[in-house]
């Protein structure tokens, strides 16, 4: 699972409306490494910067991501991806807390929250679709 999980070109298969990522820092990903994130939902686009902050293969990885573009939807998020064998295979718990910097993402962040909350499940469930595609179980 980390393996996948880590190599930022996976992210457009699993992650609903992210467009290719571009690599800012070049390379495989390393703490430090930047990333130019662009969602589309709808008519709307948001435009993000992520930097990996810590990767502690194979079960943890924590990551910065920066809204950009326009002022009045300013936000920045801490992530984490932590992974734990089982009996079963890989759990992962995606955690995060997220700072909305400006008056509108302020006066919007119920209704952020509530639709981001409900697109979780879906991009961890295609997660785990892509893992066990790439993985089949013998």
Same mark, same amino acid.
């Given at each position: 699972v980390y393996p996948y999980l880590t190599d930022i070109a996976n992210s457009p298969r699993w992650i609903? #409306?992210?467009?290719? @990522?571009?690599?800012?820092?070049? #390379?495989?990903?390393? @703490?430090?490494s930047r990333y130019r994130l662009t969602v589309k939902s709808g008519s709307e686009t948001t435009m993000m910067e992520m930097r990996i902050t810590t990767l502690e293969p194979p079960r943890r990885m924590r990551f910065l991501l920066e809204g950009q573009g326009d002022p009045s939807m300013r936000f920045t998020e801490v992530g984490t991806y932590e992974l734990t064998a089982d009996a079963t295979g890989t759990l992962l718990t995606l955690s995060a807390h997220t700072d909305y910097l400006a008056l509108m993402t302020q006066l919007l962040e119920p209704l952020i929250t509530a639709a981001a909350l409900f697109n979780v499940s879906e991009t961890l469930g295609n997660l785990k679709h892509h893992v066990e595609a790439a993985n089949p179980r013998k």
């Open positions: 609903p #409306g992210l467009q290719p @990522v571009e690599n800012l820092t070049g #390379g495989p990903m390393q @703490v430090g």
